[in-house]
């Protein structure tokens, strides 16, 4: 899946967007073909590829600019291949999974069973690109789950699941889910970890089992200080209910709670920042009511727009500014006692010049490889002068890419990489959030008419819960399975 | 195998028993974990064939049987030699060890150059008659001089290359056998671990063979 490889797009031959699941084996019939020979040139290996659907070819397009240093044109070189659609596995339980995942001896960053529960999510959070890339959401089945788990357990003696989701708390049926595992496997000293969790409302018996898997922290995302601001990004949790979350979560025995936000987002405002604070020190209070001091992290990033989402238009804030707001939060935080992380603002930075980046980067990619740049997203390896200087060399000037708002019709260079998310819905959403205007959950609620589904083939898939929680441990029965069809509503 | 780091083989272990469905114990608590406990930590880069491991079943398992199991799951380059059943009470093997052996390897070694054989068993020879043996030691930036000469137990010639060296595994004091050897043929620690080390066998207080797991490369 990479749908933004404008800045990279010189280095590599194809690129797939979208899933990768079904479209790998079409590429290695053809690579194959090439290996044995079938496929003479490289000009005709590439070609096949770029007649598989979701395979970008960069070499078979040029990119024209305008005097202003704009996309002008992106020009196809195939008469037949002017854009590329992302690849959509429709259903996930069709796809068979591997069973016997490779087990490293040396431990890893993620030394555990992983299992995707849900691709995709339909909340809308206008900032976000996983929420539009990976669109529609579907879910595996809770019995699909559990026979995965059941097999890739005991080939590979691992003792830790992990559910894998943007948000695992979206998954329709979490609650049975996590509890019928709980009833197979917990007697096989099995723990199961959840990545990212929304809790609204719990279940006891489900807040238990949370409780038993989660030993560290607890993340709660606001993203924004206030709820005008949580408006625009169309991630319009209320304050009281945040405060009613923190307040269970500590109920529930956490002693600390990490609080993510960003900064530098669309209509921001100063009394924007001063929210941070202030919602911080409200989630602080509620600990303290209950008698104790918890640990409160602030962590605050700076918004970075994306391509393919509805802020693509908009202006990044100034490296300046950037520090400046973190010195103030700084400050503020320090002084009600909570702890405050951030990021390194220079990397934001060229975060956003190559999140919306074009092909001509490339150059400074491959300058900056060979005066020493490596691992830069390693905070203590990153070379900002370098990097500064390269794009001098190159004459190119990043906060073209960062600093400029766009207009409305400007061609991006991602434009014939369709992440099957209309342009036209994108910039709908971007004056919908300027008049902080909700786009409700087209998984629960009508169809937003993205453009991603054909409500035939590509659709949301969901697998609700029977009937609350399950509490019998004796079977597990098949949940009533019901696929979640949003008939489109033209109004 | 052998870069595998002690941490990383109790890991692998765990996971082979699980594959093996072999009915191990688990701690009670918080985070349960396999009943089963290795003698003393190999270092890293150091190839065995004398490793113990304990393990505690909920039932009865017969040890040839546990062993087949063990095997047809363990990955290429370990493996369980033997496998004998124990009485439930018995001390930690890591508590009982007293010694432990090793073959160093100088073969196709730039140090054994200038030596020959005689030379060799004279170094040998003059070192162990010596009552005390300084190294130092760098332990959080301090540098620091232990006496290694009473951890020696035996030090000697097994053909013209291989030297066999002994250490005596108490309570005070430990020296890592490429230490030994930098300070015998007077090389840097960096150097002498770069030769092939090989265990050989590990002695206990009590008569307490088990698993013997064959670690190479």
């Known amino acids: 899946m990479h749908l933004i490889p404008e800045p990279i797009a010189e280095f590599f031959d194809a690129f797939v967007l979208g899933d990768g699941e079904e479209v790998i084996l079409e590429i290695a019939d053809i690579v194959i073909g090439w290996k044995d020979g079938k496929i003479r040139e490289r000009e005709e290996l590439l070609k096949r590829l770029a007649r598989v659907e979701g395979v970008y070819v960069p070499a078979l397009f040029n990119a024209a600019y305008n005097a202003d240093g704009t996309v002008k044109e992106i020009i196809p070189l195939l008469k037949d291949y002017t854009g590329i659609n992302k690849r959509i596995v429709p259903d996930l339980n069709k796809l068979p999974l591997p069973s016997r995942p490779v087990v490293p001896f040396p431990q890893i960053v993620h030394d555990h069973l992983s299992v995707e529960i849900n691709r995709g999510c339909t909340r809308g959070c206008r900032f976000c690109q996983a929420g539009m890339i990976y669109r529609p959401n579907r879910e595996r089945s809770p019995e699909n789950i559990i026979r995965i788990v059941e097999g890739a357990l005991k080939n590979t003696g691992y003792d830790e699941v992990s559910f894998l989701s943007l948000s695992a708390g979206d998954y329709s049926c979490i609650q049975d889910t996590l509890i019928n595992f709980m009833d197979r496997f917990a007697g096989e000293k099995i723990a199961v970890s959840l990545p990212s969790m929304r809790v609204g409302t719990l279940n006891p018996r489900f807040a238990e089992e949370i409780k038993r898997v989660r030993k560290t922290g607890f993340t709660m995302a606001p993203e924004a200080g206030s709820e005008r601001l949580r408006q625009v990004i169309n991630k319009g949790i209320e304050e009281e209910a945040l405060i009613d979350t923190a307040r269970n979560v500590f109920e529930m025995g956490w002693r600390s709670i990490k609080l993510y936000y960003m900064m530098g987002l669309p209509t921001e405002t100063h009394a924007d920042m001063e929210g941070i604070i202030r919602l911080s020190s409200r989630v602080q209070e509620a600990g303290k009511r209950q008698g104790f001091r918890p640990k409160i992290n602030v962590s605050v990033s700076q918004f970075i727009p994306k391509a393919h989402t509805p802020f693509q238009w908009e202006p990044q804030i100034r490296l300046e500014e950037c520090l400046e707001r973190q010195t103030f939060l700084r400050r503020e935080l320090k002084r009600k006692k909570l702890d405050f992380k951030w990021h390194d603002a220079r990397m934001s930075f060229l975060e956003g010049v190559f999140s919306r980046g074009d092909r001509r980067l490339s150059r400074v990619i491959m300058a900056a490889f060979e005066q020493g740049c490596r691992f830069d997203s390693w905070g203590d390896q990153l070379r900002f002068e370098t990097w500064e200087k390269v794009f001098r060399d190159e004459g190119i000037a990043p906060e073209f890419y960062t600093y400029r708002k766009r207009n409305k019709d400007e061609v991006f260079p991602w434009d014939h990489l369709n992440a099957r998310v209309d342009k036209k819905f994108l910039h709908d959403e971007y004056e919908r959030s300027l008049k902080a205007e909700e786009t409700p959950d087209c998984k629960t609620d009508k169809c937003s008419i993205c453009g991603v589904c054909d409500h035939k083939v590509i659709k949301n898939i969901s697998f609700f819960e029977e009937s609350g929680v399950r509490s019998q441990k004796s079977e597990v029965k098949p949940s009533a399975i019901s696929i979640s069809h949003q008939p489109v509503k033209y109004d | ?217």
């Open chain 2, 1 to 217: 195998m052998k870069y595998l780091g002690h941490l990383e083989l109790v890991t692998l272990f765990s996971r082979a028993i699980r594959r093996a469905d072999i009915p191990v114990a688990y701690s009670a608590g918080f985070h349960p974990l396999p009943k089963i406990w290795f003698g003393q930590p190999l270092a890293v880069g150091i190839e065995s064939i004398a490793e113990n491991l304990d393990m505690e079943l909920t039932e009865y398992g017969k040890p040839e049987e546990i062993k087949k199991r063990l095997n047809a799951t363990l990955p290429d380059g370990i493996k369980v030699l033997e496998a004998v059943e124990l009485p439930l009470k018995l001390q930690p093997i890591s508590a009982i060890i007293t010694d432990a052996t090793y073959l160093i390897c100088l073969e196709n070694s730039r140090f054994l150059l200038p030596l020959r054989r005689e030379g060799l068993e004279e170094l040998l020879n003059n070192f162990l008659q010596r009552d005390e043996v300084v190294i130092f030691k760098e332990r959080e930036g301090k540098k620091k001089g232990i006496n290694i000469r009473p951890l020696i137990k035996g030090l000697s010639l097994k053909g013209d290359n291989t030297i066999q060296l002994t250490l005596n595994m108490g309570t005070t004091g430990s020296v890592k056998p490429w230490e030994v050897i930098a300070c015998l043929l007077e090389m840097s620690d960096s150097d002498s671990r770069l030769l092939p080390i090989l265990k050989i066998k590990e002695t206990h207080g009590v008569a307490y063979e088990l698993f013997r797991l064959e670690k190479s490369i």
